[in-house]
C-alpha cells in the first residue's frame, strides 16, 4: 500500500455528508488518505484541494454551481489544474503558496493572507487564515462562520491518534499548538485534508488535541514521527 497514489482514480467514497457540502477519497485505500471537500457559499460551491474521481462532478453538480477552488497547503496542488480548467475559473492561493503555483497550470486568483489574520475567501462568505507556527510549516485553514465549518488541510488529521484525541495533531505542530489562533472560532463541524473529518462536539474535539498536543508527544514520537517523515519526503516528489 503506497502513501499517495498518484495513479488515475478508479473509484470515489464519498464522506463527511451534511446539508451544505460533502468531501471524497479519490483513493480510498492509500495510508495518506487524502480527502477532497465542496462547501457551499454565498456564491455557489467552493471546492477545497480537488482530487479528481469517477463521477465527482457530477456529484457536484447536485450541490450547485462550482465557482470557486481553494487549495489549503503548499502540498496540495493535487488535480486543482484541471478542476479549474473544466469550470474555466481560477484556483484561489495566497501569497505565499508559491510551491503550489509553479505546480499548477491554470490561471491563480493571488490573495494576502498574514499569519493570523482571517480574511474573506472571494465573495463565499468564507474565512481563511494562515497559520505559520514553525517557520518551515504553513497552512491555510478555512471557517464559515454561517454554520461553523470548519476545514484543515494538514496540521489537524484523522489517524494515529494518541491517548483520548479524536483529531490528530501533526507531530511537528506539537511543539507548538497555535491554540490562541482558534479562540474566535467555533467548529460545528471539522473537516481535513486527509482522513474523515468530526461532527460530533468538534469544538471539543478541537480543544483536547491542541490542550494535550506537546503533553502527548513523547506518545506522538513513537506513533507519528517516522511515518509523517516518510511521507514528508514522498510529498515533496509530488
Partial sequence: MVVWDRSISTEMEIIDRWENGFGWFAHPDELGVRASHAIQGEDGVWVFDPLEAPGVHDRLAELGTVVGIAVQSNFHARDAASFAERYDIPVYLPVWMDRVAERIDAPTERFSAPPGESVDLGASGMMIRTIDPLTFWREAVVYKPTD????FADMLFNGMQVGNERLACHFFHRFAPPRE???????????LGHGEGVFNDAAGALEYTLDNARRHLPRAALRQALPQLIGFVDALRG
Avoid at 461553523?148 to 476545514?151: A, K, Y
Wanted: proline share 7%.
Fill in 148 to 151: 461553523g465549518t470548519f476545514r
Fill in 181 to 191: 489562533q482558534f479562540a474566535d472560532f467555533d467548529p460545528e463541524r471539522i473537516l
